[in-house]
């Protein structure tokens, strides 16, 4: 019996029984399966992907590699026999070996690249790799790889050789071995001093970089991230390129001969948003000076942003994207520009569409290039011909598309999620059909109610147009016709340079399926409306993105929703940031939930990653103090929060670090106001265990009831 078929029947049986749909809840954060990544097989015939999910022994997270057939017959796991996760699953050209990374089986717990034969067996690490892989691509005669590694910890050699040199203590009782010295001496330890114990001591955290942290990665030195090439038949690795610098997004040209990357090869690149794409040549005996194609002054291709730069399929001419204006940073709309691989000017192809691009893949014939477009709530797939022209729609709706993988005779196969469902790998074939290819949710979505989404439009205190989202209860009415008004949250998104976008959120279900509404707006400052939507709170930070906000509980009161007497509020980075400047600038709010945010901009800087950001933007502190001052007043004019606030952080945060959240809680302590300050321990900006994630959800809820009542 096909697995759908057994999902099917599953469904028949729960409903013959009278089993009911319930509300999502916070326990349902480890039953939701995150799918991603989609790879097509050269032959189009079959599509792998990775699957994220919760191992609640374990309290972690893992994800492993699954493969549907391009008719959806079909559904095989490939890899989950290990403790360990994979990812980055890759086809050969020649569609016998499928690679990915993972880190099962490593001594250091370094990613390693692994290969599997497509006709059965155990996958099998890549020796002579020294570091950990990051990215990878396989070039045309499925003999060679291109792969970014990152430097190997430089301590470790001196470790090793420590403890290669160190006496193992003799068990008591047991004989010498022969030529070993006496037990008694063998057990000794190695007098203070010695190379091993000195070579296994904490060394001082040496910083000489101008951008020195950055979460996760924690206080940067000098590894770098470096392009190699492997050979299968040898298992070697070699460098490249030359340089002392991080290289990233390799794509092979179609004859094998050059691969092209993303790098800043400046003298320093911590100070410039400038990457560059950069061409090296594969079939050089040693590695040598890459040749440079992009000369645009911003960011060419950002890695941030994941867009592989792509080769034509004549080799002639490489697609990326071309970032914004420099001064606007992440606030600039991001386009499509293909560049000649030989050198020369580069061309913009969307020049006239004011909307972020991303993900470019070329038809087969050469002739246009799909892209995502990020538009108004929605992403969706365009086409544009790649020697210049009109967009055309290739899928269009209110929905969010992402990680397209080119398949056969045109057709993708991509990531799709809608406000009802989560996102699961589709095929696109001709005329932009659509077919579900991954079920990974299927089975949970049926003991579920999801709660229903609708979109929302408002004008905010300038008159200016705000879009966003309303989610309600499941079952619930509410309105004026109703005469039933809700308790309701102000959900602000983070960023600021991103949008709630019309995709699955378990956040917003979980608060919903607790019986409360839920509005969240697109405020300005953040992306899908155009750069000078994003750009309206540029060194202006909680200023109209805040009246924003508010007009959008405003609609929702004045159209019966939401109850005025049990409004609440919260958001996490840039949407916590938000919630500050709210709560600081209205009262009417019963409670908040502050996550990961700042108040105190200056504070920030030297103490997080965004030391660039911050001097392009804002100016050095000291040399322009008003406008730092003048988006800090959450903290120095805190005395106008009355709002009971919970705080919530991870102790690594490096993005927005714990301090700046203990200092917003001191202040609101100090002057007694109700809050708190929860912090999760061994966690980054964005938090990963999964207990963590439930306990966060049951503090939020708990928080919220505990001032508007348990609706």
Do not use: C
């Amino acid at each position: 019996m096909s697995r759908r078929m057994s999902l099917a029947l599953a469904a028949l049986l729960a409903t013959a029984g009278g089993a009911q749909a319930r509300p999502i809840g916070p326990q349902d954060i480890a039953r939701l399966m995150a799918v991603s990544d989609p790879q097509v097989d050269p032959a189009g015939a079959w599509v792998a992907y990775t699957v994220g999910g919760t191992d609640l022994a374990a309290d972690k997270a893992y994800s492993h590699i699954w493969m549907t057939s391009w008719d959806g017959s079909r559904t095989v796991q490939l890899t989950g026999r290990a403790k360990e996760s994979e990812n980055t699953p890759r086809f050969s050209p020649d569609g016998k070996l499928l690679a990915f990374i993972s880190a099962r089986g490593g001594d250091k717990g370094d990613d390693q690249l692994w290969v599997m034969d497509r006709a059965g067996g155990e996958g099998r690490p890549l020796a002579g790799i020294a570091g950990s892989v990051v990215d990878y691509a396989w070039a045309s005669d499925s003999k060679t790889l291109a792969v970014i590694v990152e430097d190997p910890d430089p301590d470790e050699k001196a470790n090793a050789a420590a403890e290669a040199v160190t006496p193992s203590p003799a068990k008591p009782g047991s004989p010498p071995a022969p030529g070993a010295p006496p037990a008694e001496a063998a057990a000794s330890p190695t007098p203070q001093g010695g190379d091993a114990e000195t070579a296994k001591r904490p060394k001082p955290i040496v910083i000489d970089r101008f951008q020195f942290k950055r979460d996760i990665d924690g206080y940067l030195g000098r590894k770098r991230q470096r392009l190699f090439l492997y050979d299968l038949a040898t298992r070697t690795a070699r460098r490249l390129t030359t340089g002392d610098f991080d290289e990233a997004l390799p794509a092979w040209s179609p004859d094998g001969r050059q691969v092209a990357f993303v790098s800043k090869r400046a003298p320093d690149p911590d100070r410039t948003y400038d990457f560059n794409l950069y061409v090296a040549d594969a079939t050089a005996a040693a590695a040598a000076e890459p040749r440079r194609l992009t000369a645009y002054e911003g960011a060419d291709n950002d890695p941030d942003w994941a867009s592989r730069p792509a080769w034509s399929p004549d080799g002639r001419q490489i697609a990326y994207l071309q970032g914004g204006p420099v001064k606007l940073i992440e606030y600039g709309v991001h386009k499509l520009a293909v560049v000649p691989a030989a050198g020369g000017p580069a061309r913009v192809l969307t020049e006239g569409l004011d909307r972020n691009v991303a993900a470019p893949v070329w038809t087969p014939d050469g002739k246009a290039i799909r892209f995502l477009v990020e538009d108004d709530e929605a992403q969706r797939i365009a086409e544009v011909p790649a020697a210049g022209g009109p967009l055309k729609p290739v899928v269009e709706g209110w929905r969010k598309f992402s990680a397209p993988s080119a398949g056969a005779k045109g057709a993708l196969a991509v990531m799709l999620s809608t406000p009802a469902a989560p996102a699961e790998v589709y095929a696109v074939e001709a005329g932009g059909k659509l077919r579900q290819l991954s079920h990974q949710n299927e089975a949970w979505l049926k003991e579920v109610d999801v709660a229903p989404v609708t979109r929302t439009s408002f004008k905010s205190r300038d008159g200016s147009e705000v879009h966003g989202f309303l989610v309600t209860p499941p079952g619930a009415t509410a309105g004026a016709a109703a005469g039933r008004k809700l308790p309701t949250m102000l959900y602000s998104h983070g960023g600021p340079q991103s949008q709630n976008a019309a995709e699955f959120s378990i956040l917003w279900q979980i608060i919903a399926g607790h019986g409360y509404a839920l509005v969240a707006p697109n405020y300005r400052g953040g992306t899908g409306r155009g750069e000078a939507w994003a750009k309206a709170i540029y060194a202006a930070w909680g200023t109209v993105d805040v009246e924003d906000d508010l007009a959008a509980v405003d609609d929702v009161v004045a159209k019966g929703v939401a109850d005025p007497d049990r409004l609440v509020v919260g958001g996490w980075s840039y949407g916590g940031i938000l919630t500050n400047y709210t709560i600081a600038r209205d009262r009417r709010f019963k409670a908040a939930v502050s996550g990961a945010s700042i108040s105190n901009v200056l504070a920030g800087y030297g103490t997080d990653q965004y030391i660039r950001d911050y001097e392009t933007e804002l100016g050095r502190p000291w040399e322009t103090p008003a406008t730092w001052m003048k988006i800090s007043y959450p903290f120095f004019h805190n005395e106008t929060i009355v709002t009971p606030t919970l705080f919530m952080v991870g102790d690594k945060d490096f993005n927005v670090p714990l301090l700046n959240s203990e200092q917003m809680y001191q202040a609101l302590k100090s002057r007694g106001v109700d809050t708190r300050l929860v912090i999760y321990p061994g966690e980054f900006h964005g938090l990963k265990r999964p207990s963590f994630l439930k306990d966060r959800m049951e503090r939020w809820l708990a928080w919220y009831d505990a001032r508007v009542g348990k609706p």
